[in-house]
């Protein structure tokens, strides 16, 4: 568990939620080798009380992780990191939803948008 509050916290100040900032954290972990394939993630009561959070708020982040095919639950033997986890394609699939989310609120054409990206990835760069 330490290995998921070390050095980090919840941001109470974020518009981020919790359970977002808890999925996010175990998702990097899990991207940058942090947490290996098989590890065991601490039960839900125990890092929810680590982080002062209610349990649901937890869970609904092993939820959210296990649709994604990151993690996987085993009953009483607890969730672990998946082996088939597509990690690289779930940050990409956050950041279009993220994208998507600006191009609307902005009044972007989807095709516009596209563009913009299209362009960006030419060009090698993300401004």
Request: positive net charge; without cysteine.
């Amino acid at each position: 568990m330490d290995v998921i509050v070390r050095r980090w916290a919840l941001d109470t100040g974020s518009s981020v939620p919790p359970f977002e900032q808890i999925r996010l954290r175990i998702l990097d972990l899990a991207a940058s080798g942090g947490l290996a394939v098989g590890a065991k993630l601490p039960p839900v009561r125990s890092l929810a009380a680590s982080l002062g959070v209610a349990a649901n708020t937890v869970a609904r982040s092993y939820r959210e992780l296990e649709q994604a095919g990151i993690v996987v639950t085993a009953g009483r033997s607890g969730t672990a990191v998946a082996s088939g986890g597509d990690v690289i394609g779930a940050q990409v699939a956050e950041a279009a939803e993220s994208y998507a989310a600006v191009v609307r609120a902005l009044g972007i054409p989807g095709p516009k948008a596209l563009a913009i990206v299209s362009a960006a990835l030419e060009r090698g760069t993300v401004r």
